[in-house]
Structures are given as C-alpha cells and as structure tokens.
C-alpha cells in the first residue's frame, strides 16, 4: 500500500516535496513512479525510480527542476520539485510496478499500484 503526502500551495518558483510512503517491504525488483493529472487532463508520467537504485526517468517537462529518490530504510520515494510552474498544478499520484513488467514505464495503465493523491497547487 501506497501513501503520497506533502502536496500544497506553492508561489511559482517555489519548492515543495513528496512523499510516498509504502508500508511493508518493496521488492528490489520493483519501481516506484510519480503520476500527475491536472483537471480535464489525462494522467501523465512525472518521474520513476528503480528501488534497487540506478535508474531514474524523467518526463522532459520536468527534467532539471525535479528529483526523484528513495530511502530504503524508510521505506519512502521523494520527489523534490523545484522551480515550480502554474503548469505543474495537478494532483500527484505514487505508483508501483515491477520492472518486469512489460511495455512502457510511461503508460499509467501498466502500473498496477496505486497510492491516494496529493494535491500540488502553483499559483502565479
């Protein structure tokens, strides 16, 4: 089970960053990822890491502004936003899947686990 926290209201170009938090033990051959979707939108990849560590993925409107990573012992992914736009305003969602799986990492539907949403709102 997944638990995303830390979401808020931000002035554009602030900072804010996300938790999520799994309760029990994620497998190394697991990836957590970080999902948004603004109203009206589809949800779109933001972000994932490998638990073993190594690999990150950005989507390109956020690479260089955001930073995906993880803490083993607690059993907790951050994703820290930084330079924040009005176009970041979504609610953010934590997912898990195993890098097994197939297909796109890109593609919400082959994320099987999902977390409760955290609202993140920029305002200009």
């Known amino acids: 089970q997944l638990q995303a926290s830390g979401g808020g209201l931000v002035q554009a170009g602030g900072s804010l960053r996300l938790s999520c938090a799994a309760s029990?033990?994620?497998?190394?051959?697991?990836?957590i990822g970080w999902f948004r979707q603004a109203p009206g939108k589809e949800r779109g990849f933001v972000a994932d890491?490998?638990?073993?560590?190594?690999?990150?993925n950005y989507a390109g409107s956020v690479k260089g502004r955001f930073t995906i990573s993880r803490d083993n012992a607690k059993n907790t992914v951050y994703l820290q936003m930084n330079s924040l736009k009005p176009e970041d305003t979504a609610v953010y969602y934590c997912?898990?899947?195993?890098?097994?799986?197939?297909?796109?990492?890109?593609?919400?539907?082959?994320?099987?686990?999902w977390g409760q949403g955290t609202q993140v709102t920029v305002s200009s």
């Open positions: 029990g033990r994620i497998l190394s051959s697991y990836a």
């Open positions: 890491i490998r638990w073993s560590g190594g690999t990150e």
């Open positions: 997912a898990a899947r195993s890098i097994f799986t197939g297909g796109s990492t890109y593609l919400p539907g082959l994320w099987p686990n």
